[in-house]
């Protein structure tokens, strides 16, 4: 019986220590970062009920360290009605902006971005 025994563990440690030797841990590899192109989400929304129009821009997630963006609302005659410029908390991805309909222009308006030095812009009409 102990034959048995100690020929049992002899083979369960083998076993183990085979597991063992073929998990061991590899030196990493060069991370290899797939570039895809950036395609930022640019969206406006009349609310007539609410008589407003919200704009809603995502950014790329940092866990780290907050980001900086600016807002420009841009009439329909090409002027910019209001600039703002907004931080990101790190680990935020959207960032949001709205303006009331009372006193607007009618016509096309651009919301444009600017995010890490290029423009992005989503467009609307007001009637």
């Not at 073929?22 to 970062?33: Q, S, Y």
């Not at 989400?41 to 609310?47: E, Q, S, Y």
């Not at 329909?76 to 960032?95: H, L």
């Amino acid at each position: 019986m102990n034959r048995y025994l100690v020929s049992f563990l002899a083979l369960t440690a083998t076993l183990f220590a085979e597991a063992t030797v073929t998990n061991e841990v590899k030196p990493l590899e060069k991370n290899v970062v797939q570039e895809q192109p950036y395609n930022p989400n640019v969206d406006c929304l009349i609310l007539e009920d609410e008589k407003s129009i919200i704009c809603k821009f995502e950014v790329i997630r940092d866990p780290q360290q907050e980001q900086l963006i600016i807002i420009n609302w841009i009439s329909p005659t090409g002027e910019v009605s209001r600039t703002r410029e907004m931080i990101i908390p790190a680990g935020d991805s959207s960032a949001y902006d709205y303006r009331y309909l009372d006193g607007r222009e009618g016509g096309k308006w651009d919301f444009k971005i600017i995010y890490s030095g290029k423009e992005y812009s989503s467009q609307f009409e007001l009637k």
